[in-house]
Structures are given as structure tokens and as C-alpha cells.
């Protein structure tokens, strides 16, 4: 069973920029996508960003767009989230998530295979 662990979550205030990262316990055949989740309070869980584990293929919600940035790093079986110019609505709990599939994208949480226990993110005005 691949275990996901986030990590890189703080306090930051608005403008700021965090570094999230995601380790994965083994390289297997078993995911080929991973992606990046959050789910703020009262508010349901959205993806908000996905890349092939070949590289090069990245997907964004439209509210990240221009300001976050997905990467992997297959040699430490570890995913990365950039986050800049971060708002306070980009405040929430973020999870990493992985999945075999035969496109990458930014699918229902309920569609990863594995999932991560999440890294809290507060961005204070």
C-alpha cells in the first residue's frame, strides 16, 4: 500500500508563498497521476492541481492559475505544490492524492487510490 505524507504547510500572510510537498512511501506502477486537493471549513474538497508522474502534463482549477505550480520529482517519489501571491481564500487543508489512470486531470477525491492525511495552510490578510 503506497502511503502519501504532506508536509510544508504554515502560517503565511497574504501575498506570501509556501512550498507544499508530498513523499510517497514507493515508486509503483500502481498511480501514474498525482494531484493536489484542499478542502477549506464548510467548503467541499476541490482539486486544485494534477501532473502525469511522466512530467510535463499539468492541469490547474482556474482560481490557482498563474499563481500555484505542480511538479514531481521522481527520483525522491515526492510532489511538489508552489504557491505564490497566496490570497486568504486559498486557506484550507491540503491533501496530496495519487491514482493509475489513463489520462491525468483533476478528478473526484473519491477516484485516487491513495490519499494523503493533509497539510494546513492559513493565510491571514
Known amino acids: 500500500q503506497v502511503q502519501l505524507v504532506e508536509s510544508g504547510g504554515d502560517s503565511v500572510q497574504a501575498g506570501g508563498s509556501l512550498r507544499l510537498s508530498c513523499a510517497a512511501s514507493e515508486y509503483t506502477s500502481s498511480y501514474n497521476c498525482l494531484a493536489w486537493f484542499r478542502q477549506a471549513p464548510g467548503k467541499e474538497r476541490e482539486g486544485v492541481a494534477a501532473?502525469?508522474?511522466?512530467?510535463?502534463?499539468?492541469y490547474y482549477v482556474d482560481s490557482v492559475k498563474g499563481r500555484f505550480t505542480i511538479s514531481i520529482d521522481n527520483a525522491k517519489n515526492t510532489v511538489y505544490l508552489q504557491m505564490n501571491s497566496l490570497k486568504p481564500e486559498d486557506a484550507a487543508m491540503y491533501y496530496c492524492a495519487a491514482r493509475r489512470a489513463s489520462t491525468c486531470g483533476l478528478r473526484p477525491f473519491y477516484e485516487y487510490n491513495y490519499r494523503g492525511q493533509g497539510t494546513q495552510v492559513t493565510v491571514s490578510s
Open positions: 501532473i502525469y508522474r511522466g512530467g510535463g502534463i499539468t
